[in-house]
């Protein structure tokens, strides 16, 4: 019995070594528990900042549109019949009258149609989808041509 607690006592641990090995684990416990710490931090400021430069264009698009609009409507005033009046007058254009018009014909000079952009109302026919027969047939009906009538498609029809 001496000798088994010999060797028993041989090849305990010191209590020391057993600290450290708990003061090791303890500290590898808690270095993964940082790591995953970090890596969350990392990961929410990408997305933060993601969403920031998201919000960020939202803001230059809203700014465009308004842009465009504003000069859609300066274009609208530029284009209006009194401005265009008082262009015309300015450069000195003057009203025409009707009997003041006159019209020169020139020889050679073929008409152009009139670009036509659309077609008239009405004029179109409505589309029907063709199906192909494959995708209209029944799985019975192909059961039975190729199962119960294999020969049928190598049969010709012979007229007399």
Do not use: C, H
């Not at 006592?9 to 528990?33: D, E, H, T």
């Not at 530029?78 to 450069?91: D, G, T, W």
């Amino acid at each position: 019995m001496y000798r088994v607690q010999n060797i028993t006592q041989a090849y305990s641990q010191a209590p020391w070594r057993k600290q450290l090995q708990w003061i090791g684990l303890f500290m590898l416990a808690l270095i993964i528990v940082a790591m995953v710490a970090g890596i969350y931090l990392s990961v929410s400021a990408q997305a933060s900042t993601a969403g920031r430069e998201i919000q960020i264009m939202y803001a230059e698009m809203e700014e465009i549109r308004r842009n465009i609009e504003d000069m859609e409507s300066q274009i609208a005033y530029l284009v209006s019949n009194s401005e265009m009046e008082k262009r015309a007058e300015e450069l000195g254009f003057l009203p025409v009258e009707s009997d003041e018009i006159f019209y020169i014909l020139v020889p050679g000079y073929i008409k152009s149609g009139q670009a036509n952009l659309a077609e008239p109302p009405g004029s179109t026919l409505p589309v029907i989808p063709t199906i192909s027969p494959e995708y209209t047939q029944s799985l019975m009906d192909w059961l039975s041509e190729r199962v119960f009538d294999p020969a049928s498609p190598l049969v010709q029809e012979v007229e007399p």
